[in-house]
Antibody
Framework: QVQLVESGGGLVRPGRSLRLSCAAS????????MTWIRQAPGKGLDWVSY????????YYSDSVRGRFTISRDNAKNSLYLQMDSLRVEDTAVYYC???????????WGQGTLVTVSS | SVLTQPPSVSGAPGQRVAISCTGS?????????VHWYQQLPGAAPKLLIY???NRPSGVPDRFSGSRSGASASLAITGLRPEDEADYYC???????????FGSGTKVTVL
């Protein structure tokens, strides 16, 4: 069955970096668009980035463009989010999700908490 | 949020509640589908309805979706205590080149 497991979250100082991982099973990451979604404490869902299956093109929200980098490792069947120059406002639970036809996010991981604080 | 939802709805057990989701010309109005997600307290979001009206396997038929122009709606009939959750609509936006969500609607079972 399809499963997504995020890891790599934690407490980090403003300006520092963190790398999130999302290990997939039950399907091939390279065959699907994949995305990162975040949710600040007590807030709603906020799209962060996605990577295409066709040519590996990447897209970012305005709030993270230039600071975050999405990537995947086909051999490890995993998705990653490199987060640099972290800000307090990046504090959130980060979810990875699989994108299926018509842009539906059909499977989600359990999330990993990133706390940016001095 | 890019998509507009009411912040909260409530109903007694057994009643029907409905949640609206309104978009704009760059997302719903541009022909991109609307999907609905349920987020139970402390849990990750879960797909509830896709492409306006379709239920994934395992989702009870008490949940239904509909479409009207550039808007979508989620209805819950026969409301149950376990339906207390946050519900989000989602679509794709061609101007932002990314996924957009509603601000979420908290459903309370009285």
């Amino acid at each position: 069955q399809v499963q997504l497991v995020e890891s790599g979250g934690g407490l980090v100082r403003p300006g520092r970096s963190l790398r999130l991982s999302c290990a997939a099973s039950g399907f091939t990451v390279s065959a699907y668009y994949m995305t990162w979604i975040r949710q600040a404490p007590g807030k709603g869902l906020d799209w962060v980035s996605y990577i295409s299956s066709t040519d590996g093109s990447t897209y970012y929200s305005d709030s993270v463009r230039g600071r975050f980098t999405i990537s995947r490792d086909n051999a490890k069947n995993s998705l990653y989010l490199q987060m640099d120059s972290l800000r307090v406002e990046d504090t959130a639970v980060y979810y990875c999700a699989r994108v299926s036809g018509n842009d539906v996010l059909d499977y989600w991981g359990q999330g990993t908490l990133v706390t940016v604080s001095s | 949020s890019v998509l507009t939802q009411p912040p909260s709805v409530s109903g007694a057990p057994g009643q029907r509640v409905a949640i609206s989701c309104t978009g704009s010309r760059s997302n719903v109005g541009a022909g991109f589908d609307v999907h609905w997600y349920q987020q139970l307290p402390g849990a990750a979001p879960k797909l509830l309805i896709y492409s306006y009206t379709n239920r994934p396997s395992g989702v009870p038929d008490r949940f239904s979706g509909s479409r009207s122009g550039a808007s979508a709606s989620l209805a819950i009939t026969g409301l149950r205590p376990e339906d207390e959750a946050d519900y989000y609509c989602e679509s794709y936006d061609s101007s932002l080149r990314g996924f957009v969500f509603g601000s979420g609607t908290k459903v309370t079972v009285l």
